[in-house]
């Protein structure tokens, strides 16, 4: 409702709603809270909803509402990119697409305490190699270390993250239409599901579901194309290791202060 009052013909209207059952009915004041929160976060919070975790999108895992909110509501950028959320030019361009997918990007890195950056593959893997204990980011994976990481405390992978945004797009396009007749004539495939047997199921993500080694997760977003290989992988490993130094104990620290 937060994300409609805008819609209301009468700026003088006042909204209440009656919310929880037996003696913990009460009325919430949405006016006033509309009015605390300003009109931007409001209208945010439709797309915000949609993406962070809803009854058709699933959440980030021990990343609770609170803290996403937070990051959300003291930054513009995001709070615009979640206002298009829904927006038909999200469907139909993919440029505009990709610009608000960026902005999810870099939302996502900062709420796993990776602030600064967009490329959340490259995020993960930093969080990943905290846990793994990397010797060299060139060398192949050794299964037997991965029983120590928790891969659930892990960012989606850009591939999976996209996916999931294109299902808060699309679920935020009905929400955005609510008053409508007809809320959206979109199709849910092509937008984070696929129809197998009659139903449709998540498209989780597409590509394979694991790199073959270390390095390969940060490659397309970080590796400069260089003729000559090997002068490509030092700058590779040069660029991540400092782009990351000092992120890595950003989030160390704020590990540390929540435990």
């Not at 980030?60 to 959320?85: D, L, S, T, V």
Request: net charge negative; glycine share 6%.
């Amino acid at each position: 409702m937060l994300g409609h009052m805008h819609r209301l013909k009468d700026v003088n209207s006042h909204v209440w709603v009656l919310t929880g059952t037996g003696n913990n009915q009460r009325y919430v004041d949405l006016t006033k809270i509309y009015g605390h929160l300003g009109p931007l976060v409001c209208r945010s919070l439709i797309g915000f909803h949609a993406i962070t975790g809803c009854d058709y999108n699933p959440a980030f895992f021990n990343k609770g509402k609170q803290k996403r909110f937070n990051i959300m509501q003291r930054c513009p950028e995001y709070q615009q990119a979640f206002i298009k959320f829904g927006e038909l030019e999200l469907f139909v361009d993919k440029n505009k697409e990709q610009d608000v997918f960026d902005s999810i990007r870099k939302f996502i890195c900062e709420l796993y305490n990776i602030p600064g950056i967009i490329d959340v593959d490259a995020a993960r893997l930093q969080l990943f190699i905290n846990k793994y204990t990397v010797v060299d980011i060139n060398e192949e994976f050794n299964r037997k270390n991965l029983k120590n990481v928790d891969a659930s405390s892990l960012p989606p992978c850009k591939s999976e993250l996209f996916q999931q945004f294109r299902r808060a797009n699309y679920i935020a396009s009905i929400w955005n239409n609510a008053h409508e007749k007809h809320p959206s004539t979109l199709s849910p495939e092509n937008n984070g599901w696929i129809l197998k047997d009659s139903q449709y199921d998540f498209n989780w993500f597409d590509g394979d579901q694991l790199p073959s080694f270390v390095s390969d997760s940060p490659q397309n977003e970080l590796e400069e194309p260089n003729d000559d290989e090997d002068d490509g992988e030092d700058e590779l490993s040069i660029q991540y290791e400092c782009e990351f130094d000092e992120a890595s104990r950003h989030s160390i620290n704020e590990d540390n202060e929540d435990g």
